[in-house]
Structures are given as structure tokens and as C-alpha cells.
């Protein structure tokens, strides 16, 4: 039993430390805990369980501390820590009470729960957003209706001989109007509940109509931006949606490159895909950021909001496609496979 426990206890995948009741001298610690702390066993062992202190704050450790005075067992007490240089993060802790050889013993489990912590701050952040998109959307559907009608009036109204000579005004106004009304109709497009925008088209139509902005974007941040559009196959795309992707990948990849570079803008057809692909002359991505690439909110950059990737995951889902990502350090390359049968397959 006992050879049991202690292998139990050495190879728990939890960070385990146990502490004589009396002394409060740490008797051992599992290999999980010195993983997780940096802490060596022979270092800690023999030390007064106050090593546990410098890792979490003060009124948590004379919380915790308190409870453990008073013989009481505790169950998921959920504190932050901090590893000495720089790593915070969030932990369980449990407090049992132990017999071992006829000497009361407490047993400390850490359970490392910083990547829940932080999933679950996204899931809050992101229900958020998305309310904020719902009520906005249909805030901007309610400003078109009297819209319409200041908009009919106005043209009733430039008709009118009363009101010859001012023509350029009414114009002008009408033109504002519809300018507003473009803007919440891409808005409302944008948004999440917007009717949906397939249609069968060209990919190559879709990067032209975007072109000017994306050049006027290249020479904005110092940069080149070069288009090779292969001949490819009409498919059913959302305009929208690839117009996003699109300049999310070209932004990126713009951001990427110190100095003067130049992002290329490629279509191409490969066996039943067509493949949309944003190549950089960037300083490429370091292997363990890749994995973490399109978790919303993660982001590198001082201004980012780390949701780029994320918005073109999305797309690419909608449209049954695939983004892959090559990268070195000459340079990335997002490549999106669009399936080219797909419509087939959605009509029926
Ligand atoms: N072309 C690229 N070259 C190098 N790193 C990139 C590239 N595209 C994305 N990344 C990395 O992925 C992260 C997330 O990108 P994104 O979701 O677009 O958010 P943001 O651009 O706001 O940071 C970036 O912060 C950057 O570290
Ligand atoms: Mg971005």
C-alpha cells in the first residue's frame, strides 16, 4: 500500500506536495510540481511550507493557511500564481489530511487550470461581442426606416418650385443619405445574422473589386502588393466574406515584413479546389505560435486584437474550406482551398 501511494503520488499529473501537520515541513514533492514550479525537490524538501507563499498572494496563503490551523480539508480553492520569472496563472488547490506512518500528514494538490481560466474568459468576451453584434444589427435596421422617409421627402421636396435654387443642397443631402444607408448595409452584412450571401462567381471578380483598397493599403504601410490571378473555375462563394478574409491575410501579411516587402495575391486551380493564397516576405512565424494561430484574441502585436485568424477560420468553415499555413523564415503563406463543386452539393 504504501509502495503504491508513493508511486501514486510521484507520477500524479498533478503538482503534489506533502507537508508534516506539526513541523509544517515539506516531506516531498512530486516530479509534477517541480514542472510546474521549477522548484527542485532536494531544495524544497525540509522547508517550511511557507515556499508555497512566494507562489500565490499573501491573503490567499493566510487564507488557505488559516483553514489548515484549524484541521479543515479544502476542496477546489481557486487562487492565481505566480512562477518566478514571469509565468501567472490560475490553480485549484485541495488540502486532505493523511495517516502516514502514525503521523498526520497534509497533502497539497495544485491543479494547474490556467488554460480553462483563459478559455473561459474568451467564451464571456466573445457571448459579449456577439450581443453587442445582434443589438448594433438591429439598431442598424431600425435607422433605415426613417431614413427612407427623410430620404422620400427630400426628393418629393427638390421637385417643389418653391424650392428651385436649391438643388445642389437636396442632391447633396440625398447623397449623405445614401452614403449612411451603404454603411449599415455592409454593416448589416458583416453582422452575424445577415441573410446569406452565396452565389456562384469568380474568385479573381471578387479579389479585382478589393484590389484598389489592398494597393492603397500597400503603399499606405510602405509595401508592394503584386496579383497573380490564374484561370479558375466559377464556385459558390460569399463576396463578403472572401473581401474579409482576404484583407485580414494581406494585412497580416503586410505587418509581417520590416522594411519594404511585397505580399503576392495568388489563385490557382488544384485538382477539385480552388486555392486562394496570401504569400509575405515576413520574418515567418515561430513553430510554437503556429498552434495557437486562429484562437480568438491571441495576437503578438502591441495593437492587435488577435481576431484576424479567427474571422478567416470562420470563413473558411462557411465555405467547406481549408486554411493552411506554410511558413519559414523567408516568409509566410496562408493558402484557403475553396472546394470548387461545393454549389453542387448546396443546391441539392
Ligand atoms: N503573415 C504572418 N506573418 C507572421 N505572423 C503572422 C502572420 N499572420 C498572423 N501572424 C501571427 O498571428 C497572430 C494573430 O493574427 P490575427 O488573428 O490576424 O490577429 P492580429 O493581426 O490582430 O494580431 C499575429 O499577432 C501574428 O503573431
Ligand atoms: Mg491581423
Not at 167 to 176: A, G, N, R
Amino acid at each position: 500500500m504504501r509502495k503504491a501511494f508513493q508511486e501514486l503520488f510521484l507520477s500524479n499529473p498533478c503538482a503534489m506536495i506533502l507537508v508534516a501537520a506539526d513541523t509544517e515541513e515539506v516531506i516531498n514533492v512530486n516530479d509534477s510540481f517541480m514542472a510546474l514550479t521549477g522548484y527542485d525537490r532536494k531544495v524544497v524538501t525540509g522547508q517550511k511550507i511557507d515556499v508555497l507563499g512566494e507562489m500565490i498572494s499573501i491573503k490567499d496563503f493566510t487564507r488557505l493557511k488559516k483553514l489548515l490551523i484549524h484541521n479543515q480539508s479544502v476542496q477546489g480553492y481557486q487562487c492565481r500564481f505566480t512562477i518566478q520569472p514571469k509565468r501567472t496563472g490560475t490553480a485549484l488547490i485541495n488540502v486532505r489530511y493523511l495517516t502516514i506512518h502514525k503521523k498526520i500528514t497534509v497533502l497539497i494538490t495544485i491543479v494547474d487550470v490556467t488554460e480553462n481560466a483563459e478559455l473561459r474568459d474568451h467564451i464571456d468576451r466573445l457571448s459579449c461581442l456577439n450581443l453587442v453584434g445582434q443589438l448594433a444589427a438591429s439598431i442598424g435596421h431600425e435607422i433605415r426606416n426613417p431614413m427612407t422617409t427623410v430620404r422620400g421627402y427630400l426628393r418629393f421636396m427638390q421637385k417643389k418650385l418653391d424650392f428651385t435654387g436649391y438643388d445642389e443642397q437636396f442632391t447633396m443631402m440625398i447623397q449623405e443619405l445614401d452614403r449612411a444607408n451603404a454603411i449599415i448595409t455592409d454593416f448589416l452584412a458583416l453582422a452575424k445574422n445577415r441573410v446569406n450571401g452565396f452565389a456562384i462567381q469568380n474568385i479573381n471578380d471578387i479579389i479585382q473589386d478589393i484590389s484598389p483598397l489592398m494597393e492603397a493599403m500597400a503603399s499606405e504601410m510602405g509595401h508592394h502588393i503584386t496579383f497573380d490571378l490564374g484561370q479558375v473555375p466559377n464556385s459558390l462563394l460569399d463576396k463578403i466574406d472572401i473581401h474579409k478574409a482576404l484583407i485580414n491575410l494581406v494585412k497580416n501579411g503586410f505587418e509581417a515584413m520590416d522594411g519594404k516587402g511585397t505580399v503576392i495575391v495568388r489563385t490557382y486551380k488544384k485538382e477539385d479546389c480552388i486555392v486562394l493564397q496570401v504569400e509575405d516576405e515576413g520574418k515567418g512565424i515561430p513553430k510554437e505560435i503556429v498552434d495557437k494561430l486562429g484562437t480568438p484574441f491571441y495576437t503578438t502585436k502591441e495593437k492587435g486584437t488577435g481576431l484576424g485568424l479567427s474571422v478567416c477560420n470562420e470563413i473558411a468553415n462557411r465555405h467547406n474550406a481549408i486554411l493552411e499555413i506554410k511558413t519559414s523564415a523567408a516568409g509566410s503563406i496562408f493558402s484557403l482551398a475553396f472546394p470548387c463543386k461545393e454549389y453542387i452539393k448546396k443546391k441539392a
